[in-house]
């Protein structure tokens, strides 16, 4: 399955297919042409691919740098070896960036090539879900500094985009549910049969679930890729599990997690309110819970959750804009004043 995303900033493909890893080296030859190719990846990734990937790659000029995993590594440090790095192999503007690896990779790598040079091509090749769903469509780049995430980035598009379900075996069953949060989510924003087809068997089904995440996430920001509209319903659930992730310092609950929390939370104060379809959030915990995602998240210490909440939102004026769903498959942006505490009570 192909998919062709169509932004003011470019055009790219995004390969979705079992054994597209195998064939990387034709996939990519129309991008990376007659120029070099520099691999950025993890410690852990490379433990389990990184001798297929050599193998595969075997053919062209490849220079890699193995990074430790984790977010630690979304760092200026890590992006600062990065350039030097690139620096001292020579890779000029006719060469290829590669990002192997999940959303830290992906973001740092894209940020390192969205700058390096003032701009090289890059392709990433994702292999967690969160990556092959969300953080490789898009463009946006980025690394974290000490005083937060993501506040140093970009919307930077990659050249091609190569995704293989079947990298995702080896996954442990925390990491992969944590990209199933934001499965949910698409399917609970933009896509009814999407969340259908979740409540069922999906064993054999991941190559049409993430193409069904891709499309949606296209669809999205293609009509507004710099993030200032219709891009924000990509956020539903967030907003409250911004929240419990920083409550618990990140130790607690993974981003999905908090996720999965954030729309269990939203969707059972909206129904409440008479602003979604009656039996949704019964519907949409069940699926949570399928997915090992649902937690009773009440012992939270109020008055925290409520600074940590307007600190997030301290740009809103007199009201905050929350995504709600009306019913699955229909995410509306809603103006809530700002006094109104229902996401905490
Ligand atoms: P990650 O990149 O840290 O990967 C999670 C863990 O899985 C790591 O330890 C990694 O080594 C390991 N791993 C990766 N692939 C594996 C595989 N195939 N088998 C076994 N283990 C594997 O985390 P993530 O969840 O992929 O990404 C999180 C990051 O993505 C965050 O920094 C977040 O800010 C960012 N993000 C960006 C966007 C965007 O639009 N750019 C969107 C969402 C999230
Ligand atoms: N992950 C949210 C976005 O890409 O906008």
Redesign the pocket.
């Known amino acids: 399955m192909k998919q062709t995303v169509q932004t003011k900033s470019g055009r790219y493909e995004i390969i979705i297919e079992k054994g597209a890893f195998a064939r990387l080296a034709e996939e990519i030859a129309p991008i990376v042409g007659e120029g070099r190719l520099f691999v950025v990846t993890?410690d852990?990734?490379d433990g389990?691919y990184g001798d297929a990937l050599r193998n595969h790659l075997s053919g062209m000029d490849v220079h890699y740098l193995v990074l430790p995993?984790?977010?630690g590594t979304?760092s200026l440090s890590h992006l600062s070896q990065i350039y030097s790095e690139l620096a001292l192999a020579d890779m000029t503007r006719t060469d290829t960036l590669l990002a192997f690896?999940?959303?830290?990779?992906?973001?740092l790598a894209g940020f390192a090539a969205a700058t390096y040079l003032r701009g090289i091509r890059y392709i990433g090749v994702p292999?967690?879900l969160?990556?092959q769903v969300?953080?490789s469509v898009?463009g946006?780049?980025?690394v974290n500094l000490p005083e937060g995430?993501?506040l140093v980035g970009n919307f930077y598009p990659p050249a091609r985009v190569i995704i293989d379900p079947e990298?995702?075996k080896?996954?442990?069953e925390r990491?992969f549910n944590?990209?199933m949060a934001e499965v949910i989510k698409y399917g609970a924003i933009r896509d009814e049969a999407l969340f259908t087809m979740l409540e069922g068997d999906i064993s054999d089904k991941m190559e049409e679930i993430i193409h069904r995440c891709v499309d949606c996430k296209r669809r999205i920001v293609e009509n507004d890729e710099f993030d200032t509209g219709e891009r924000m319903v990509l956020n539903f659930g967030h907003t409250f599990g911004h929240v419990m992730e920083q409550l618990y310092h990140y130790q607690k609950y993974t981003?999905g997690e908090g996720v999965a929390i954030g729309m269990k939370r939203i969707t059972r104060k909206t129904e409440e309110m008479g602003l979604t379809r009656p039996g949704t959030a019964q519907r949409l915990e069940t699926l949570l819970k399928k997915y090992d995602l649902w937690f009773d998240e009440s012992g939270f210490d109020r008055d925290a959750a409520m600074k940590t909440l307007f600190l997030d939102k301290k740009g809103s004026k007199d009201c905050i804009r929350y995504v709600i769903i009306e019913e699955i498959g229909n995410a509306v942006i809603r103006p809530f004043p700002k006094q109104d505490t229902f996401l905490i009570d």
């Open positions: 993890d852990t990734v389990l995993h984790g977010e979304k690896g999940g959303g830290v990779i992906g973001d292999t967690t969160l990556s969300d953080s898009g946006k780049v980025a995430k993501n990298l995702l080896t996954l442990p990491v944590d990209g981003h």
